[in-house]
T-cell receptor
Framework: ETGVTQSPTHLIKTRGQQVTLRCSSQ?????VSWYQQALGQGPQFIFQ???????GRGNFPPRFSGLQFPNYSSELNVNALELDDSALYLC?????????????FGPGTRLLVL | QQQVKQSPQSLIVQKGGISIINCAYE??????FPWYQQFPGKGPALLIA?????SEKKEGRFTISFNKSAKQFSLHIMDSQPGDSATYFC???????????FGAGTRLTVKP
């Protein structure tokens, strides 16, 4: 186990609703990245937070937003949910050091949008 | 957005055989190439990773071969076991970037 936890494990929402997913990073890690994994696909990078600031973003619209807290835990918020948002949402924590970027993934939150 | 192409999509190997999964990348700025293993209901777990300054890295039964000129890298699983049955993802990133690009995954089944 990586020590990265996510909640909830499963979630069902309807189109147009908003959702908040939570992630607790591994002890000692200061960076959290969020990924969307559609069924049968590899994870796609949403964004990363380092020291409470967004530090890079993938090709996702602004309705995907996030937060990182002083204890390095993080939230992913998705507004105006669409059917295509149904996926496994993964967070990964890492320790930002020169030349070190190993990411440790949590078990994910499976979101179903009806 | 997909900059890493992975093949095959699925692979069936007999117990004790060698499993080989291939990946090709486009961005020559990538300098970190990890492989992740994912079991159903779990997040991806780092298996082994390589940087482009070496052509091969071995950890136990797992070996990464890296061909910088061809922009390809592969995972070899020696003496494959039923417990290795999982989905494997290759990925690539830059040290100064936070955007890790994943392949689409290979579903490996090792038959007893």
């Amino acid at each position: 186990e990586t020590g990265v936890t996510q909640s909830p494990t499963h979630l069902i929402k309807t189109r147009g609703q908003q959702v908040t997913l939570r992630c607790s990073s591994q002890s000692g890690h200061n960076t959290v990245s969020w990924y969307q994994q559609a069924l049968g696909q590899g994870p796609q990078f949403i964004f990363q937070y380092y020291r409470e600031e967004e530090n890079g973003r993938g090709n996702f619209p602004p309705r995907f937003s996030g937060l990182q807290f002083p204890n390095y835990s993080s939230e992913l918020n998705v507004n105006a949910l669409e059917l295509d948002d149904s996926a496994l949402y993964l967070c990964a924590s890492s320790l930002r050091l020169a030349g070190e970027e190993t990411q440790y993934f949590g078990p994910g939150t499976r979101l179903l949008v009806l | 957005q997909q900059q890493v192409k992975q093949s095959p999509q699925s692979l069936i190997v007999q117990k004790g055989g060698i499993s080989i999964i291939n990946c090709a990348y486009e961005n020559t700025a990538f300098d970190y190439f990890p492989w992740y293993q994912q079991f159903p209901g779990k997040g991806p777990a780092l298996l082994i990773a390589i940087r482009p300054d070496v052509s091969e890295k071995k950890e136990g039964r797992f070996t990464i071969s890296f061909n910088k000129s061809a922009k390809q890298f592969s995972l070899h699983i020696m003496d494959s076991q039923p417990g290795d049955s999982a989905t494997y993802f290759c990925a690539a990133s830059r040290v100064d970037s936070n955007d890790m690009r994943f392949g689409a995954g290979t579903r490996l089944t090792v038959k007893p």
